[in-house]
């Protein structure tokens, strides 16, 4: 170089040409920090370099939360687990570090009547995973059925199924809510012989895979599908009282109205059909 001066202007187009919005940002900043300490010129460069690197994985996280569709609010901290006393805390903090199952395609699966915080439980892992790089979609089982139908039609399910790829984990919730036409039952099965030892899935269900052959038309299919689901899976049993009658109950027992008018048969109206216990 001819001269020590540096030109701001043209090395903050260099930046902007290179991608690096940290360095762009905090050059000036941390530059000035160096002179005035004696900093070695490593140094200087390992700090712009940290930040940069700091900065992608923000943004990087950022994407991810965007495209996964997660429950807003639904978080890990906002768990009760004494609610469920057969999950442990440590058990589904081992699952969202990731490490041993979506890098196998294993899956998880969540059982349990309407209310017992299957929905909530789920996108909190989904958070969890996210924060530590994985990629996670959250949907209705439904709403993923409706696509995949719409991408057949066009001859596109392939693709469709392909897409999902990106996503280490495919949540999956309330799968008993899918329609049983053949129709429907299909793409979902397709669905899950391509994920098959490949990537996760995360499926929430109120009925146990015992009734599975009720709710979808074909047997064998059926069978097949459980099959690859269970092979690699962990299964979480939330056979709890539904959260929202126990919290709405134990509400009105604070308000101190009468006994009676603190059953749940007041509350239950709130939950779907199935009554637990
Ligand atoms: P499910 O999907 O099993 O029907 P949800 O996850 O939708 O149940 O739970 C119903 C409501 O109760 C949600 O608002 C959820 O946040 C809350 N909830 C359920 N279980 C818990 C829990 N253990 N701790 C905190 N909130 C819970
Ligand atoms: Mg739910």
Do not use: C
């Amino acid at each position: 170089m001819k001269s020590p001066v540096i030109d701001a202007g043209r090395l903050t187009l260099l930046l902007t040409e290179l991608r690096l919005p940290a360095t762009k940002a905090m050059w000036p900043q941390i530059a000035e920090q160096a002179d005035k300490e004696g900093w070695p010129a490593a140094r200087f460069l390992a700090a712009l370099t940290e930040h940069e690197l700091a900065e992608r994985d923000r943004r990087r996280i950022e994407r991810h939360l965007a495209e996964a569709r997660l429950l807003p609010g639904k978080t890990l901290e906002t768990f009760e687990f004494e609610a469920l006393p057969m999950i442990s805390k440590a058990q589904v903090m081992a699952v969202t570090a990731g490490d041993g199952w979506l890098d196998q395609g294993a899956n998880l699966l969540m059982f349990g009547p309407p209310g017992g915080g299957k929905s909530h439980l789920a996108s909190a892992i989904g958070l969890a995973l996210i924060e530590n790089g994985w990629r996670v979609l959250f949907t209705r089982t439904t709403d993923l059925v409706q696509k995949l139908q719409v991408a057949r039609r066009e001859l596109g399910l392939e693709a469709a199924i392909n897409r999902l790829d990106r996503y280490h984990l495919l949540i999956l919730d309330d799968l008993a809510y899918v329609a049983k036409d053949q129709a429907e039952t299909s793409v979902l099965f397709e669905l899950i012989g391509a994920r098959y030892e490949r990537r996760s899935m995360l499926i929430t269900a109120n009925q146990p895979f015992g009734e599975w052959g009720k709710i979808f038309p074909d047997p064998a299919m059926t069978l097949a599908a459980v099959d690859r689901l269970v092979h690699h899976a962990t299964i979480f049993e939330l056979n709890v009282e539904s959260y929202r009658r126990r919290a709405a109950v134990e509400q009105k027992r604070k308000r101190g109205r009468p006994a009676s008018y603190a059953t749940p048969v007041n509350t239950a109206a709130a939950d779907a059909p199935r009554q637990s216990n």
